[in-house]
């Protein structure tokens, strides 16, 4: 064997290894970026306060209607009410608007309860394609009684049935001690989502 062949040959393993290496380099990232988004919880809804987790195992409860302070301004919500009912339901009247499927309403249902990992959440209680306003949890879902479709509790993602995409939407609230603080032009400015 040539001086030549022999360097060939040392270059060419020497090759091989440094792309079986960086093979596997790549492969233990994958494995890694694969478990760390697997094995995460689902990610909490942005902007709500946290009174503890709750436990939601082989539970169905149905949302308990509540009264809260209206004014010109603001809405205020008693956080106990919340807490203690884990999902309750309130209307804010004077404000009017057609879900794009022509169904009208002259008030804005909202709904506000505990996720499982404590966090207080407040949205729209509409199903918009269907026009359902009421929903209950079932175990760590939340789900419309109009037409059956479940929402995780946590972030509100889609899990089945017919509206997974149209979950009730999000609102923004303050905390002020026991006290949640909706702001009515937020609630006045909102918009049926197209469909």
């Known amino acids: 064997m040539s001086r030549a062949d022999k360097k060939a040959k040392f270059t060419e393993q020497k090759s091989r290894k440094a792309s079986t290496m960086f093979l596997i380099g790549v492969g233990v990232i994958i494995v890694a970026a694969v478990g760390f988004f697997a094995l995460r919880k689902p990610q909490g809804i942005e902007g709500t306060v946290n009174v503890g987790a709750t436990d939601y195992t082989n539970q169905s409860i149905?949302?308990?209607?509540?009264?809260?302070?209206?004014?010109?301004?603001?809405?205020?919500?008693?956080?106990d009410d919340i807490k203690n009912n884990k999902i309750v339901t309130f209307n804010v009247p004077g404000i009017s608007f057609t879900l794009n499927n022509g169904t009208p309403f002259n008030y804005l249902p909202l709904v506000a309860y505990v996720s499982p990992q404590g966090n207080v959440v407040l949205a729209r209680s509409l199903c918009e394609p269907c026009s359902g306003t009421r929903?209950?949890?079932?175990?760590?879902?939340?789900?419309?009684?109009?037409?059956?479709?479940?929402?995780?509790?946590?972030?509100?993602?889609?899990?089945?049935?017919?509206c997974p995409e149209y979950p009730p939407e999000t609102v923004k609230y303050q905390a002020d001690g026991n006290k949640m603080v909706i702001d009515m032009q937020v609630l006045k400015n909102w918009q049926p989502r197209p469909i």
């Open 62 to 79: 149905e949302m308990t209607e509540i009264k809260p302070e209206i004014t010109d301004t603001k809405v205020v919500v008693n956080m």
């Open 135 to 162: 929903f209950h949890i079932e175990g760590e879902e939340l789900v419309c009684n109009a037409c059956g479709t479940r929402w995780s509790l946590e972030n509100l993602q889609g899990i089945s049935g017919g």
